[in-house]
């Protein structure tokens, strides 16, 4: 699924038209993530489809993990921006069809950094930061930027983590096939507890089974961004006016 022009349009009428007495204060930050998947949609599509399901299923693994609502918020809004670092990856390695060169990889795996040094200096996208930069650290240390471990990891980003993974794999890439339900599914256990946090494994397992997550081609009627832009956009009210109140 990719994200039309037609979506951010819908996003942008709505962003323009919240009617709000701080409408004021919120219209830049509204801007700058309207800015952003602007962004992701012209540089890569794929990326773009990617980051709106990871949105939707770390939202609902943080629901079935208890979350509070600003939380599963975050999620929603983290999830979407997740990759938003990917805008400085050379398109050549970016729709690569084979496998990537270990210097390329390299190249790709800069894309946390990025992405976190794009909206660091954003006072309102600080409860996002986790998303941007620790998406690809894992449970046991081995993962990247910073080879952080098990409950060092915030929450956030182990949530995000899982959502990532699982629909990178329910997803074709432009060097594989989309893999099976089954095969996505064994992974993801075979990964509890090194690579994933368990209790987020567990979480969007439970997700799948009370179909709260839909792994596409099912997901379709669900991956559409109009069903996260008022979401999103409520998430960016909480955001700014926090923010404002520090
Ligand atoms: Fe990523």
Not at 93 to 112: F, Y
Request: aromatic share 6%; proline share 6%.
């Amino acid at each position: 699924m990719l994200i039309g022009i037609d979506d951010i349009e819908r996003f942008t009428w709505i962003a323009r038209n919240v009617r709000h007495r701080r409408s004021r204060r919120r219209a830049p930050l509204i801007a700058v993530v309207e800015m952003m998947l602007r962004a992701l949609e012209a540089r890569d599509p794929h990326t773009c489809g990617h980051a709106l399901r990871v949105s939707q299923y770390s939202a609902a693994v943080a629901i079935v993990l208890g979350e509070k609502p600003h939380a599963v918020d975050e999620c929603r809004l983290g999830g979407l921006l997740h990759d938003i670092g990917k805008i400085g990856i050379l398109d050549s390695i970016l729709q690569k069809p084979g496998q990537l060169s270990a210097q390329e990889r390299h190249h790709v795996e800069k894309h946390p950094e990025v992405g976190a040094a794009i909206v660091q200096g954003i006072p309102f996208m600080q409860p996002i930061l986790p998303f941007i930069l620790c998406h690809h650290e894992r449970w046991d240390g081995k993962g990247y930027p910073a080879k952080l471990q098990g409950r060092d990891i915030a929450l956030k980003s182990r949530i995000c983590a899982v959502g990532d993974a699982f629909d990178a794999m329910t997803s074709a890439r432009p060097y594989r096939p989309q893999q099976t339900l089954d095969f996505s599914l064994s992974q993801l256990s075979a990964g509890r507890g090194t690579q994933f946090d368990p209790q987020c494994v567990d979480a969007l397992f439970v997700a799948i089974e009370t179909g709260t997550i839909q792994a596409p081609p099912f997901a379709k009627e669900h991956a559409n961004l109009s069903h996260t832009i008022p979401t999103t956009v409520s998430t960016l009210r909480m955001l700014q006016d926090a923010s404002s109140t520090e």
